[in-house]
């Protein structure tokens, strides 16, 4: 099914995040081509093609589905049809690079997993952070011990959106800033305790449509370690991680998105001082891409699988069922 040695691409959609980091990252990417882009708007999808340098553009999603020669796509729709969307794509053959949150809920997630399982095809989530080089240097640190055992993690993810139309702030569309930004939070304290949560509780600020605006909320983890989880919508940018262990602290600022300058990994173990590790500018997203179609290339399963993605759903949806009971202490769903 797939080229030798490059996989070729479709996506499903002309969203932003497509049309500005991923599909720019594939065309760019090492092991991928660009092959088409579908749009709902067949004059849109052949613009976004010619903008973006795909050669094909096809007015309806299935019919991208249908072209033999697309071995993978990426998802960037609305959340509320990352499921069924992936889930036709599965049954289509294709492999799948969906956008984060993966699904609206866990059983969502197990559903696509399963369909990816049955048509034997790669599935993983975008977030995309995980394939920064200083990220991937913070975890290894991590587990080797150099912080000590970890006692607490702090992550938070804001920016305002102020178009009441945006798919974020649209309760039809799964929006929602827990499932916007507050979930990468949730994935980089699960990911560097190397553990699931077993209990949360947050508090929110709703919209009159329902939607969080901003959500913050604690997780405790065995060993009553703890995360303090914040996402908003409604506030100024900031996207930090702190992580304490017993001997020592390591701070990421820009931890998610790439930016185009240099970044530092701040690493503090006393009585040693300060220091920072610098790293040059990064596509992330590009690293991203690159590790599905190496995954598709060669046969192996994803850094980070359905399974992963299923467990910060879970979590997401214990911090969303402590915020609707104002607050209460719920146990996260093993
Ligand atoms: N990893 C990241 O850095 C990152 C950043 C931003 C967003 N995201 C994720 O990417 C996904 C898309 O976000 P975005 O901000 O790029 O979205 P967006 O610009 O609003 O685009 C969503 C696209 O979905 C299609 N669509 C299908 N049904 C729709 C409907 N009922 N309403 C609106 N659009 C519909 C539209 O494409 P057509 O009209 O062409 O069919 C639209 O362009 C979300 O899951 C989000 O969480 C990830």
């Not at 594939?26 to 081509?33: E, K, L, Q, V």
């Not at 059983?107 to 993983?124: I, K, N, T, W």
């Not at 930016?259 to 610098?278: M, S």
Request: hydrophobic share 45%.
């Amino acid at each position: 099914m797939t080229t030798p040695d490059r996989v070729r691409w479709g996506v499903l959609s002309t969203a932003r995040i497509g049309r500005k980091a991923v599909a720019p990252a594939i065309a760019r990417s090492s092991n991928g081509t660009l092959l088409a882009i579908a749009s709902r708007d067949a004059g849109l999808a052949v613009a976004t093609a010619a903008e973006l340098g795909a050669p094909r553009a096809y007015g309806s999603y299935d019919d991208l589905l249908a072209d033999p020669d697309v071995d993978a796509v990426y998802v960037p729709l609305p959340n509320s049809q990352h499921a069924a969307w992936t889930i036709r794509a599965a049954e289509a053959g294709k492999h799948v690079l969906c956008e984060k949150p993966l699904a609206m809920s866990s059983a969502e997630c197990d559903a696509m997993r399963a369909a990816a399982g049955a048509h034997g095809v790669v599935l993983m989530e975008a977030f995309m952070y995980r394939f920064h080089p200083r990220f991937e240097q913070l975890l290894a640190r991590v587990q080797a011990g150099e912080l000590g055992a970890l006692r607490y993690v702090q992550a938070s993810f804001s920016f305002t959106v102020s178009d009441p139309a945006d798919i974020r702030l649209r309760r039809d569309l799964g929006g929602g800033s827990l499932m916007d930004v507050g979930c990468y939070a949730v994935n980089v304290a699960r990911t560097l305790m190397g553990a699931e949560p077993v209990e949360a509780q947050a508090l929110a600020r709703w919209t009159p449509g329902g939607v969080d605006e901003q959500l913050a909320g604690t997780l405790r983890f065995d060993g009553d370690r703890v995360a303090q989880v914040t996402g908003s919508l409604a506030a100024a940018r900031s996207e930090d991680v702190l992580v304490v262990g017993e001997l020592g602290t390591a701070r990421l600022r820009h931890a998610f998105v790439p930016v185009p300058g240099p970044v530092g990994l701040e690493l503090h173990r006393p009585p040693a001082p300060p220091e920072v590790i610098g790293f040059e500018p990064v596509d992330s997203y590009q690293r991203m891409v690159e590790h599905v179609a190496a995954c598709v290339l060669e046969g192996r399963r994803p850094r980070y699988d359905a399974v992963e993605a299923a467990a910060n759903l879970r979590t997401i949806e214990a911090l969303y069922g402590s915020a609707r009971a104002g607050g209460r202490v719920v146990a996260v769903a093993v």
